[in-house]
Each structure stands twice: as structure tokens, then as C-alpha cells.
């Protein structure tokens, strides 16, 4: 699967954004789809992750009951939606998609990595 990140831009802290990941092949309802992040000088970040079915989500603590994480199978396409967006959100965001159907946090698990769309939050 190939996918496609796109939705990132600069808002201001308060602010809302949604991210996109749009994938190829028709498989794409059989991936677990993972968001991570990636702040300059910082490792690669686990943000959230959703299920094949979109039936389970999970998030790390840091952005818990801020972001949320979707996905549209007939589409191809999983979202991130992110409120209430803070200074230390600002990264490059990435999605990434594996078959294993394990919730794992660990970028080492994903197969197939989007490009990265860049999330500025400005004071």
C-alpha cells in the first residue's frame, strides 16, 4: 500500500486541524493505520492508532481527549482530527499502516510510511 499524509499547515494554539492519510490499493480496509510525529531534535512519536475495522483506537497519553482518529475503508482514507492543538504538537506528522492486526505503539512495526505533512502551532 502507498500512502499519502496531507492536511498540515501553521495554526495557532487553540487551533484545529485534520490530517489526511489517503492509500492506495484496494486492501486498505485489511491495515491497522498508526499516526506518529517527529519534532525537530526528537525521536519519531507514537500519536494514535485505529483498527482495520475502525472499531479501536488507541492514543498516547500526550494528546488523549484532543486528537481523534478515523478512517473511511470505501474511501481508503483515515484522519487525524487534532483540537486544541499546542506549541509542543508542532512536528511533522506522519501515517503509517501494518497487516499484523496488533495494536503496536513501536514505528518498527509499520511497513509502509506516508511522506509526512509538517504541523506548526504558533503561540
Known amino acids: 500500500v502507498q500512502l499519502q499524509a496531507s492536511g498540515g499547515g501553521l495554526v495557532q494554539a487553540g487551533g484545529s486541524l485534520r490530517l489526511s492519510c489517503a492509500a492506495s490499493?484496494?486492501?486498505?480496509?485489511?491495515?491497522?493505520m498508526g499516526w506518529f510525529r517527529q519534532a525537530p531534535g526528537k525521536e519519531r512519536e507514537f500519536v494514535g492508532l485505529i483498527s482495520w475495522s475502525g472499531g479501536r483506537t488507541n492514543y498516547a497519553d500526550s494528546v488523549k481527549g484532543r486528537f481523534t482518529i478515523s478512517r473511511d475503508n470505501g474511501k481508503n482514507t483515515a484522519y487525524l482530527q487534532m483540537n486544541s492543538l499546542k506549541r509542543e504538537d508542532t512536528a511533522v506528522y506522519y501515517c503509517?499502516?501494518?497487516?499484523?492486526?496488533?495494536?503496536?505503539?513501536?514505528?518498527?512495526?509499520?511497513?509502509?510510511w506516508g511522506q509526512g505533512t509538517q504541523v506548526t502551532v504558533s503561540s
Open positions: 503509517a499502516a501494518q497487516l499484523t492486526g496488533k495494536e503496536y505503539y513501536s514505528s518498527s512495526n509499520y511497513g509502509y
Open positions: 490499493g484496494r486492501t486498505f480496509s485489511s491495515y491497522t
